[in-house]
């Protein structure tokens, strides 16, 4: 089993030293269901990735998972974006928009499936926006 940090990112340190090889930093977490919205799982996490001065967005969070993190972090409005995706603007596409666009330091999104293709297009907007990706998914 692999062990992530998120203190000490070698993707980006690749990328700095050699932009013309950017890895990707995506992570993929499967929950079993009902685990979704496991905030004790999820607020480690969380509180990590909420420590650089760019935005968190989350795509397609569960509502009870927003409200408990507000109240229980105290997040500033201004740092945390909450997008909902719609027919013309899937959750892979906000995602990608949102990693490549380099102005969040991370975008989570929960999602029920995602295919190899969705990941690979996720590894890409990461390394371009030197932006780190979580991907929650139910089995």
């Known amino acids: 089993m692999e062990q992530l940090s998120f203190n000490q990112n070698l993707a980006y340190a690749n990328a700095a030293a050699n932009p013309s090889q950017a890895i990707g930093n995506v992570t993929e977490i499967i929950l079993p269901e009902g685990q979704v919205e496991n905030f004790?799982?999820?607020?480690p996490m969380l509180t990590q990735l909420n420590?650089?001065?760019?935005?968190?967005?989350?795509?397609?969070?569960?509502?009870s998972l927003v409200s408990k993190w507000q109240k229980?972090?105290?997040?500033v409005a201004g740092e945390l974006l909450v997008l909902r995706s719609t027919p013309e603007h899937p959750a892979g596409e906000l995602a990608e928009r949102a990693l490549s666009?380099?102005?969040?330091?991370?975008?989570?999104m929960w999602t029920r499936k995602l295919?190899?293709?969705?990941?690979?297009?996720?590894?890409?907007?990461?390394?371009?926006?030197?932006?780190h990706g979580v991907v929650l998914r139910q089995r």
């Open 101 to 108: 666009a380099g102005t969040c330091h991370a975008v989570i």
């Open 115 to 131: 295919g190899r293709k969705s990941l690979a297009a996720l590894e890409q907007a990461s390394a371009q926006g030197n932006s």
């Open 40 to 43: 004790q799982l999820l607020l």
């Open 72 to 75: 229980m972090r105290g997040i």
């Open 51 to 63: 420590q650089e001065k760019r935005w968190l967005a989350w795509i397609d969070p569960p509502q």
